[in-house]
């Protein structure tokens, strides 16, 4: 994955190279004519790059960088809640899993998450690279990337992220998916509750995670999980000619 910084005294862009073309954040924009410039500085530098489909996520709704996006001609495209909730839990359930193991399981997970997120912009498509640019990550935990396998044969899984830089801290699910190859139902909600308990028992009270603002089984099943929503992000994109 490549990274882009830029920097000036109006605010600062990140740019990151993704499957589907660049996604991009603005920080300390100010209003008006300053997160305009910013953001065309930004869209510049992915032309620079190679250009491609841009995606700027404007981050709790704020209100300057989503009138740069409109101003510059961006579409709107979708939006991402994230849901929280207390843990622990506490509800029962039963599924067998194990953690993830490099240099193992890399393969199969690949197969399910590209086949399960095959419509998704960002998380459908990953590489063998881009998996491996997150398991060397420092917060990576391999016991915190529950796999269920039936059979010998991989079905779904439920990675977990830790937020200790934050307060309060949180514990993410990260990503979660089911084979859609493999015709189970059912198996979200247990997974998720492995995902959330696992968190739990390293110490952190608060669990997270994102779901699409269309995904309505996702958010019918996180309501009934006892999540609501603590903020909603915002994804403008715009198709970038290269210079």
């Known amino acids: 994955m490549r990274h882009l910084e830029i920097t000036g005294d ?11 073309g660049w996604s991009v954040d603005l920080d300390g924009v100010g209003d008006g004519a300053e997160a305009v410039d910013v953001l065309r500085t930004a869209l510049d530098a992915v032309a620079r790059a190679g250009g491609g489909l841009a995606r700027l996520w404007v981050r709790r709704g704020d209100p300057a960088t989503g009138a740069a996006a409109e101003e510059l001609g961006l579409r709107e ?22 953690p993830f193991v490099v240099g193992q399981d890399e393969g199969a997970w690949l197969d399910v998450n590209n086949r399960a997120f095959s419509w998704h ?6 590489t063998l690279e881009d998996l491996e640019e997150r398991t060397a990550e420092p917060w990576f935990d391999p016991e915190g990337f529950l ?9 779904g899984f439920c990675w977990t ?26 198996l ?17 009270t608060v669990g997270m995670l994102y779901v699409d603002g269309g995904n309505a ?17 915002v994804a403008w994109t715009t198709e970038v000619a290269p210079a």
């Open 217 to 233: 089984a996702g958010l019918a099943l996180y309501d009934r999980l006892g999540f609501t929503i603590d903020h909603t992000d």
């Open 121 to 126: 912009p960002e998380q459908g498509g990953w």
């Open 188 to 204: 979200g909600r247990p997974l998720t509750l492995a995902g959330l308990d696992h968190l739990h028992g390293r110490g952190l």
């Open 10 to 20: 109006a605010g600062s862009a990140h740019l990151d190279r993704i499957p589907t």
């Open 77 to 98: 495209e979708r939006s991402l809640h994230q849901l929280r909730r207390p843990l622990p839990v506490g509800e029962p359930w039963s599924l067998d899993v194990r």
């Open 147 to 155: 796999l269920h396998e039936e059979d010998g044969r991989l079905v």
């Open 161 to 186: 992220k830790e937020h200790h830089d934050v307060d309060p801290e949180l514990g993410e699910i990260y990503v979660i998916a089911v084979d859609p190859a493999a015709g189970r139902k059912g």
